[in-house]
């Protein structure tokens, strides 16, 4: 066992990787959904701050009304999605350049946090948009430029998973990534073009925001950029677990 | 620099002879492009009050998806008939086979749209013949074939191949097809707008970034 676990390590395997996630098995199902770090725990006290926030204290929107509210969940989803593609980004370029595999994991697993906060975005975007503008959807800069970064992403995801070798994987996902990063401010400023010379039909004006609004706006983003967080922790965890466990079974069967 | 040269044009004429005996990537998306627009008509009934409203997109999604066609076979073929690792071995810098791949790319695409434009030209009778028509679809095409070639290479790595491209290259592209529609839309008006659209500013800037973007990161599709 011990000169396994030599074996292990040479190998870039890390027993204490394996040994943590051991720790949680015997755990009742109450006890897993409770956070297991402190990081876990302050995410979980921000997010009843913000249902607080953005349900009772903010104050009803006058022509909307409280439709307006999912506004505190669309706009920070929609930020925290973002957030994680420059993220992809960054550690696709570095991947590139150092060749470490945590920077590709790290990739992978921020384009699938992305994916999900933009998915968010996009469904509670249609949501108001249905009885605020009267239509679920509009080819409006903002809306489209989102979808596209979307339909890129989740293209990011296909292409991870039709390639078996890892370091091949992720030289080919890290190259997707860069571009499609690059893309965002181009698709917008074309699709600006493209709606500005046509008649507006529909334009989200500006809205002027009450001080309180302002404040819960503040504290919904925080929630969920220290949410994102949370979870692209958990979801990097489990990326290198993965790789772990692939080359331990690839140890085993070497022997 | 001169001999950089010579090794990208190794590389054209290789792909260029092979396209010459073969005849297969040019005429396949000729009659590809053809299909689209005939079934467009079906699709759209193109009378003659509607034809320069729906013409332009047409136009490109024909030459769009006549080109994936195209793009796909571009690395596909060295895969099938075992050249990749020839290629990979020849003594020039990756990013020679990056030009040499984009040229030929460009070559067939353009091939396949000279002919394509007379036909389209008599279908729509529309006049498609105009030196600023002609630079958009230049323009067009580089665009979207510069993406478009560095895609190709990563869709041959996957397990999917030919399913891959399309589906990584068509969000990536939509500037081009935005920018091209508009400008070629604007251009076959009967009423030309007043303010002249920025497309073509588009078009030269997706070009530039995305060329200099794929010719940097081209070198480690093939890195293992």
């Known amino acids: 066992m011990s000169e396994h676990q030599g074996a292990a390590v040479s190998h870039g395997v890390d027993p204490a990787r394996i040994a943590r996630r051991g720790s949680a098995a015997g755990q009742s199902w109450v006890a897993r959904l409770l956070p297991s770090d402190p990081l876990g725990w302050l995410v979980l006290a921000f997010i009843v701050a913000a249902l607080f926030s953005a349900l009772i204290y903010a104050p009803t929107e006058a022509t909307m009304g409280d439709v307006q509210r999912i506004f505190y969940f669309h706009v920070p989803s929609a930020w925290v999605g973002f957030l994680s593609f420059g993220i992809v980004f960054v550690a696709s370029i570095q991947w590139l350049r150092t060749k470490r595999p945590w920077w590709d994991a790290l990739a992978a697993s921020a384009a699938e946090v992305g994916v999900m906060f933009t998915t968010v975005a996009l469904v509670t975007g249609s949501i108001w948009a249905k009885p605020t503008w009267g239509t679920w959807w509009d080819w409006d800069p903002r809306l489209t430029t989102t979808l596209i970064l979307w339909l890129v992403y989740v293209s990011y995801a296909m292409l991870r998973s039709m390639v078996e070798n890892p370091a091949k994987r992720a030289s080919l996902a890290a190259v997707v990534g860069i571009l499609g990063f690059i893309d965002v401010p181009v698709v917008f400023m074309s699709i600006r073009w493209w709606r500005t010379i046509h008649p507006v039909v529909i334009s989200g004006a500006g809205m002027d925001l009450d001080p309180s609004m302002v404040t819960t706006l503040m504290i919904c983003l925080t929630t969920f950029t220290l949410l994102q967080l949370h979870i692209l922790r958990l979801r990097l965890h489990l990326e290198l677990q993965r790789d772990d466990a692939r080359r331990l079974r690839d140890l085993i069967l070497e022997d | ?224």
Not at chain 2, 4 to 30: C, H, P, Q
């Open chain 2, 1 to 224: 620099m001169n001999s950089y040269l010579n090794k990208v044009l190794a590389i054209v004429g290789k792909d260029v002879t092979s396209e010459l005996r073969s005849r297969e990537v040019i005429s396949s998306m000729f009659v590809f492009a053809l299909l689209v627009i005939v079934i467009f008509n079906f699709a759209f009934e193109l009378r003659v009050e509607n034809k320069e409203a729906v013409a332009p997109g047409v136009l490109w999604v024909a030459i769009i998806f006549a080109g994936m066609l195209g793009l796909n076979r571009s690395f596909i073929n060295e895969k099938d008939r075992g050249c990749m690792e020839g290629l990979l071995l020849c003594p020039v810098d990756r990013s020679a086979i990056y030009m040499g791949k984009l040229a030929g790319n460009l070559i067939f695409m353009l091939a396949m749209e000279a002919i394509i434009l007379p036909v389209f030209a008599a279908f729509f009778n529309l006049p498609m013949f105009t030196p600023r028509l002609l630079l958009i679809v230049l323009l067009g095409t580089v665009g979207f074939v510069a993406v478009g070639t560095l895609f190709s290479a990563v869709a041959v790595h996957t397990r999917a191949q030919e399913i891959m491209l399309p589906i990584l290259l068509l969000p990536v592209t939509v500037p081009v097809l935005v920018a091209a529609v508009k400008a070629t839309g604007d251009l076959l008006s009967s009423t030309p707008p007043t303010t002249e659209g920025p497309w073509l500013g588009v078009l030269v800037g997706f070009d530039v970034i995305f060329f200099t973007a794929a010719f940097l990161t081209f070198e480690y599709v093939f890195q293992e």
